[in-house]
């Protein structure tokens, strides 16, 4: 998949299927998440681009993505889903979360 045809994905509206992608769980409250990819990142960050973000503002916003979007809890505490999880989070959205920086 060319970086064209991820930013076309990230920025479209309505559901996105996640294939073969690493799914976590928050340790404190069980919302699930999915790891976002560099390409993903990569396309939100030229998104932003227009707005020329401070380096404050930049790290505000990159601070959204390494932490659970329900409770804020820290990537740090998360863990790899279990099947109960996926069932639980069955008709909700999956958020997405950067695990590390490559």
């Known amino acids: 998949m060319g970086l064209l045809s991820i930013e076309r994905e ?3 509206t309505g ?5 073969d992608r ?4 928050c340790g404190s409250c069980g919302w699930v998440h999915y790891a976002m990819t ?3 990142k990569l396309a939100i960050d030229r998104g932003l681009a227009r ?5 404050a503002e930049q790290l505000l916003h990159e ?6 979007l329900r409770c804020e809890s820290p990537v740090g505490g998360f863990r790899a ?3 109960r999880d996926l ?3 069955a008709g909700h959205m999956v958020t997405p979360v950067l695990i590390n920086n490559s």
């Open 38 to 40: 560099f390409e993903e």
């Open 63 to 68: 601070s959204v993505y390494r932490q659970c």
């Open 87 to 89: 069932d639980r989070a």
């Open 81 to 83: 889903a279990a099947e």
């Open 51 to 55: 707005y020329n973000l401070t380096p």
């Open 10 to 12: 990230t920025l479209r």
């Open 22 to 25: 690493k799914l976590l769980v």
């Open 15 to 19: 559901p996105l299927v996640l294939r």
